[in-house]
C-alpha cells in the first residue's frame, strides 16, 4: 500500500470578519488572565453586522459523545474593529477582561481545541477538518495545540500564559500554524479598551481620527493599528509612500479622510484600488521650519484586504468651493493649534483634504511646467486674471486663492510642456499634498488633456530716431562658462524682442569663470561673447561698463561675483567717463553750471554701507544723448531668501528680508534727493531688478518725496508682471523715472517668465522717451 498525504482541509472563503485571537487558560494556576476568550476581527471596510452568528468550541481531541458549544453573537463589528466574547473563568488569573461584547460559558482548554465561527446559532455537528471545512456556515476555524479539527497544521503554542493570535496585519492564508503564533493575551472589545491600557488598540482608529481638527494630528508620536482605507496613489521614487482614503467618511468637513503613508527606502507593492489595514507611527513631517507639516503614517506594516476597489469621490476644487480669504492670522505665531475653517479659508479647506483626492476641471495654467514636471493651475479662472492668462499678485492681502501645484503622479507619459494660459482640459485628480515647495499640490495620478493657448513671446517696438530707448534684464548668472545657446537666446531677447534698447543695465553677470572661487572678478570673457552673440542675432555692436566687485563681497552664487553692467550702443548715445570710480569709491553728484554730474562714471552709490553688505552694489553712470545728460542708476536688490512662505504655519509670515532692501531703498532715494537738489529737472532713470512688489514698503521708501515714479503702476492692474512664482505673476524688477520725465512709453516684455522653455527667469522691460521733451 502506497501512503498519500491527504489535502489540507480548508473552510470556505472567509469573508472580512476572522478570528483574531484565542485564548482558553483564564482562570487557571499562574494565568494571568480570569476568563477565557475569543476575539474577533473585521478586515473589511464596512460594518459588519453579528446578530444570528456564534462562536463554537469543539474539544481539541472529540470523543463521539463530544458536542460544539454555542456562544450566540449580537451587533456589529466596525470597519477595522474587534468583537470580544467572554469565556468560562477560573478562580486563577488576577485581570479582568475589558467589557465584553457577547458572554459564553464554555470552559475552553488551555492547550488544546477548537474555536469556529458559525452564521448561525444551531450546534454544528461536525467532528473532522474535512467536514467541518466544508460545512458553508463555517465562516473562520482555528485549531490549536493537538487539535484535530483546524485549517491546515494547528496553530502551537496555547497554555496557561499563552493565547494564540493573528498578527496584526490579520493574515488568513487558512493555514493555522502559518497565521497564528503564540504570545502574551491581548484582548480588545469592540470600544478599543484592552486589559493591558495604554497605545491604541487594532481597528480602533480612521483615518479621520488621525487627521483631526487642525494642522497637528491629536494622535501624533502614537501607534495606531489596522487603519482601513483604499490607497488612491503611488509614489514610487522620492518620499516614497502611497495614499490611502476612507470611503466611509465622517460628517465633520474639518476632518481629512485621507493620509500619506511614507514606507521610508522601500518602494510601495500596493496598487490604486487595494484595499489595505495599515498599522504604524502617526508622524508630522515638516520639511523646512517655517513650512506646515505633513501628517503621515510612518513605520507602516500592512495587510491587503481586497483589490480592484473603486476610488472614493474626489472633493471639487472648482470656482465655487475653494474661499476667497486665504489664511487665518496669529500675529505672525504659529496656526498650527488651530481650529480649521474650511468654509472660511482657502489653506483651511485644503488642509481638511490633506492626503484625499481632489480633482479640478479643464484648469489653466498659471505657472509654466518646471524642470520636474511641476505645473501651477488656478481653479478660479477670473482671479486677477492676466491677459495672456497668468493670475496677478497684486496685494499681501490677496495670493489668489484658486492657485494649486499639479505633479504628475506615474503617468506613463510624464508631464506635458505647459505654459501659462494652457489649459488641461477635463479632469485632473489625485491626491492632496502638501510640501514646503509650493505648499498644497495635486499628485495627480489623473492628468486633463493639455489644450496649448499659443503664447507667443513678445516684441516691443523700435525706438523712434529721437527716442532714447533703456531696458533692463536679469540674465539668470550668465558666464563665460555657460553654453552658447543660453547667450543666443538671451542675444535674441535684446537684439529682437527689446529691438536693440540704446541702453541694457543687465543683472546678475558673473566673472569670467562663474561659480569658481578663484579671485577673479573680472567679466570681459562674459560680455564679449554676450555681445558678439547679439551682434550674430542682427543687433548692434555693444559697448559696456560695469565696476567689478571685491571677491566674495557682494552675495550671489558663491565664486560669481555677480555685479550689474551697463551695455550700451555707441553709434547712438555716448558714455560719460569719469575716472576714479571702484568698488569701494562712493559716487556722488556734483552742480556745476550747466547742471548736475557724477563725480565717477561709471561708480557706485556708498558701497561702505552696511545696506549693500554682501549685496550688489547699485551701478551709476552719466550718459549723453542728443546733447541731453541722462543719469542711469542700476539696481539689484537683496534676495527674499530666508522670508517665511505665503503659505507657511506663521501667519501673518515674516518677510524677515525686507530689511535690508529697506536700508538699500533709502540709499538709492538719498542719492535721487542728492542728484535732484542739485538739479531738480535731472533726467535719472533707476531700473532693475529689485526684488520687491509695487505695492511693498520698499517701493515706498525709493519713492518718498516725489523722488521716483515706478512706471509699472502706470500699466493696467492684469499687465503688472515680471516674474512668475508659484503661480503668482509679479512685479520684482522695475523702472522709475525722475520727476522731469513725464512723457514716456513703457512695456513689459514677456518673454520668459510665462514659460517652459526660459533663457532667464525674469521678463525684460523698456522705456522710451525724447529727452528734449521729457516734460
Known sequence: MALVSLPAAQAAPSTSVLIAEVYGGGGNAGAPLTHDFIELANTGLIEYGLNGYSVQYLPGSPSPSSNWTVTPLTGSLAPGGRYLVREAGGTGGATALPAPDAVGSTAMAATSGTVALVSGTARLTCRTAHECTSDSRVIDLVGYGSAVVREGDAASGAGNTTSVARSVALLDTDNNAADFSAGQPSPVNSNGESSGGGGLPPGSTRIHDIQGHTRLSPLQGRSVASVPGVVTGVRSSGAKGFWMQDPLPD??????????????????????????????????????????????????????????????????????????????????????????????????????IEGARAQISDARVVGAT???????????????????????????????????????????????????????????????DYSNFGGYSIQAAILGTHVSNHLEREVTRKQRLTELAVATFNVENLDARDPQTKFDRLAVGIATNLAAPDIVALEEIQDDNGSV?????????????????????????????????????????????????????????????????????????VKTASGVQLSHSPGRINPASQAWANSRKPLVGEFKFLGKSIFIIANHFASKGGDQPLHGHNQEPQRTSEAQRHL???????????????????????????????????????????????????????????????????????????????QFSYDVVHINAEFADQASDHDPQIVRYNPARAF
Open 517 to 589: 572661487n578663484d579671485g577673479v572678478v573680472t567679466s570681459e570673457a562674459t560680455l564679449e561673447r554676450f555681445t558678439s552673440a547679439i551682434v550674430a542675432s542682427g543687433g548692434p555692436r555693444y559697448s559696456w561698463r560695469y565696476i567689478a566687485p571685491q571677491n566674495l563681497q557682494d552675495g550671489g552664487e558663491p565664486g560669481g561675483n555677480i555685479r550689474q553692467v551697463f551695455l550700451y550702443n555707441a553709434a547712438r548715445v555716448s558714455f560719460v567717463d569719469r575716472p576714479g570710480g571702484d568698488s569701494t569709491t562712493r559716487a556722488v553728484p
Open 370 to 432: 518646471n524642470s520636474y514636471g511641476e505645473m501651477w493651475v488656478t481653479s478660479k479662472p477670473a482671479e486677477n486674471p492676466a491677459p495672456r492668462g497668468g493670475t496677478v499678485y497684486g496685494s499681501y492681502a490677496h495670493p489668489n486663492t484658486g492657485r494649486v501645484k499639479v505633479v504628475p503622479l506615474g503617468l506613463p507619459g510624464g508631464s506635458p510642456t505647459a505654459n501659462v494660459g494652457d489649459q488641461l482640459s477635463g479632469v485632473t485628480a489625485g491626491p492632496m
Open 251 to 352: 460628517s465633520d468637513a474639518r476632518t481629512s479622510e485621507g493620509i500619506f503613508v511614507f514606507t521610508g527606502p522601500a518602494t510601495p507593492t500596493v496598487k490604486t484600488g487595494d484595499a489595505v489595514l495599515v498599522t504604524g507611527t502617526v508622524s508630522e513631517y515638516r520639511a523646512a521650519g517655517t513650512a506646515q507639516s505633513l501628517t503621515e503614517i510612518t513605520n507602516p506594516t500592512l495587510s491587503v484586504v481586497s483589490t480592484g476597489n473603486p476610488l472614493p469621490p474626489a472633493v471639487s476644487l472648482d470656482d465655487a468651493s475653494v474661499p476667497d480669504a486665504y489664511i487665518p492670522a496669529a500675529g505672525g505665531g504659529s496656526i498650527d493649534g488651530l481650529t480649521l475653517q474650511p468654509d472660511v479659508y482657502a489653506m483651511d479647506f485644503y488642509e481638511a
Open 664 to 742: 538699500q531703498a533709502g540709499e538709492v532715494n538719498a542719492f535721487m534727493q542728492d542728484i535732484l537738489a542739485a538739479d531738480k529737472h535731472a533726467q535719472v532713470i533707476t531700473l532693475g531688478d529689485l526684488n520687491d512688489f509695487e505695492f511693498s514698503q520698499t517701493s515706498e521708501i525709493l519713492c518718498r518725496g516725489g523722488v521716483l515714479r515706478p512706471l509699472i503702476t502706470t500699466l493696467p492692474a492684469g499687465e503688472r508682471y515680471s516674474y512668475v512664482f508659484d503661480g503668482n505673476a509679479q512685479t520684482l524688477d522695475h523702472i522709475l523715472t525722475s520727476p522731469a520725465i513725464k
